[in-house]
């Protein structure tokens, strides 16, 4: 098991950059055992995928409506994940959130992630 706390969202403008972070806690399985995913989901929408990292941070998947715009990364000595976000669009606001899963592969769905964080607010005005 793993606990998870996003942080970095706010209210920006379209075009502005933003930078999540995911903290994980972990008293089990270290922190690079876990494949670590992004997801968002907006008012009245379903939860997507957004990015994901396998466990060595030398893989990504990212969804086509954020691929070139977004990067996932993670530092594993500091048991952390990141959303770099950049050319933001109105699109993009939505409560984002982190999740992990103890997997070899990287997943788009969200029923594959056992973990997962509270979320932090992305707001993007137009």
């Known amino acids: 098991q793993v606990q998870l706390v996003e942080s970095g969202g706010g209210l920006v403008q379209a075009g502005d950059s933003l930078r999540l972070s995911c903290a994980a806690s972990?008293?089990?399985?270290?922190?690079?055992?876990?494949?670590m995913g992004w997801f968002r989901q907006a008012p009245g929408k379903e939860r997507e995928f957004v990015a994901a990292?396998?466990?060595?941070?030398?893989?990504?998947d990212y969804a086509d409506s954020v691929k070139g715009r977004f990067t996932i990364s993670r530092d594993n000595a500091k048991n952390t994940v990141y959303l770099q976000m950049n050319s933001l669009k109105p699109e993009d606001t939505a409560v984002y959130y982190c999740?992990?899963?103890?997997?070899?592969?990287?997943?788009?769905?969200?029923?594959?992630?056992?973990?997962w964080g509270q979320g932090t607010q992305v707001t993007v005005s137009s």
């Open positions: 999740a992990g899963t103890l997997s070899s592969a990287i997943w788009r769905s969200a029923l594959e992630y056992r973990n």
């Open positions: 972990t008293r089990t399985f270290t922190f690079s055992n876990y494949v």
């Open positions: 990292i396998n466990r060595g941070g030398r893989s990504t």
